[in-house]
């Protein structure tokens, strides 16, 4: 029988796709009409339904996840996956990185381009000895490996508070910085906190020399 919609004819079949009749589930499960039903590649696996590389939702998610699909998580598991990037002792997320590789894979193609990714420290961890593990400390300078305020200073938690990195490590090997005072960085690099590189001078003093450095 042929049906007249607007200008188009369309006939009116029996079967999946006519108009009026449901399309037979058993031959969408790849996601297309008189697809036949597929399962699982991955050996032993008999789930079905929507494939992704072949592999079933399980399985897929497991290479998502781990890079493997075949990986075991129960029973037997051993508990969670180190990140397969040397040095990193984080734990994995995705493809066998942990996330802060992972996101490095997925933006550059390589995931250890980038800044250094800082070691995991215990929450345990002296707020003094959490402080100068952030601390790299050269031939020179003493770099600040933590977050960096826009300004290109070093920023830290000092355990009730968010404060200047140089200040903390200041304060924390020499001692207290005298009232009105600020820490000039003798060596002009605004990132290192070295102690034998800040000298306490009056902002007034701190604003002269700053002007001098830029002329």
């Known amino acids: 029988m042929i049906m007249t919609v607007g200008r188009m004819a369309v006939n009116n079949m029996n079967g999946?796709?006519?108009?009026?009749?449901?399309?037979?589930?058993?031959?969408?499960?790849?996601?297309g009409a008189d697809m036949p039903d597929a399962t699982c590649s991955i050996e032993g696996c008999n789930n079905g339904g929507k494939l992704r590389r072949g592999w079933c939702r399980k399985h897929y998610a497991r290479w998502t996840r781990h890079g493997d699909p075949t990986i075991l998580l129960q029973p037997g598991w051993d508990g969670p996956v180190p990140c397969s990037v040397d040095a990193c002792d984080r734990q994995a997320k995705a493809r066998g990185m942990c996330h802060r590789h992972y996101d490095r894979w997925v933006a550059y193609g390589d995931p250890t381009k980038g800044l250094p990714i800082r070691p995991v420290l215990p929450a345990s961890m002296p707020t003094a000895d959490r402080i100068m593990a952030k601390v790299d400390k050269t031939e020179t300078c003493w770099l600040w490996t933590g977050a960096l305020a826009p300004n290109g200073y070093g920023v830290g938690w000092n355990g009730e508070r968010t404060r200047q990195?140089?200040?903390?490590?200041?304060?924390?090997?020499?001692?207290?910085?005298?009232?009105?005072?600020?820490l000039d960085h003798l060596c002009c690099v605004r990132n290192c906190v070295n102690p034998d590189h800040l000298e306490p001078v009056t902002q007034a003093e701190n604003n002269r020399r700053v002007s001098e450095r830029r002329a």
């Open 165 to 182: 990195a140089h200040r903390l490590v200041y304060e924390l090997l020499v001692g207290p910085i005298p009232e009105g005072k600020h």
């Open 16 to 31: 999946p796709g006519a108009i009026g009749v449901a399309p037979d589930p058993a031959s969408t499960a790849q996601g």
